[in-house]
């Protein structure tokens, strides 16, 4: 896949609607409504918490492009246990596919 190209504009725009966001994270939808694969530009702040989660579903497969700043992705067992660490850098490792049912979160 090819990352879409933003603006310098697009970027601070998005960038400070995640300042503002209480979750400090901003989308940029990319789908038209009733796609059947959803496609998204996030724009995560460093202090954003997402929570564990998973996605139920055999098609839900969440593919992650790092395209700027450093991402961990923990995965978790169903107790909560870290079972694996990965680190992504858009200079080494930037792309992590998250397989459905995963427990899962962005650091």
Do not use: C
């Not at 202090?47 to 992705?73: A, F």
């Not at 660490?85 to 490792?93: A, E, F, I, K």
Request: zero cysteines.
């Amino acid at each position: 896949m090819n990352v879409p190209q933003l603006s310098a504009e697009e970027i601070t725009t998005y960038l400070a609607v995640a300042q503002k966001s209480p979750k400090r994270r901003a989308p940029k939808i990319l789908h038209h409504p009733g796609a059947f694969f959803n496609q998204v530009i996030n724009f995560v702040l460093a202090d954003s918490y997402m929570q564990p989660h998973r996605h139920q579903d055999k098609e839900k497969i969440e593919e992650i492009w790092l395209i700027e700043g450093k991402m961990t992705v923990l995965f978790f067992d169903d107790q909560g246990t870290i079972t694996q660490v990965v680190n992504l850098d858009p200079q080494l490792n930037n792309y992590i596919a998250i397989p459905a049912f995963a427990w899962h979160t962005l650091l």
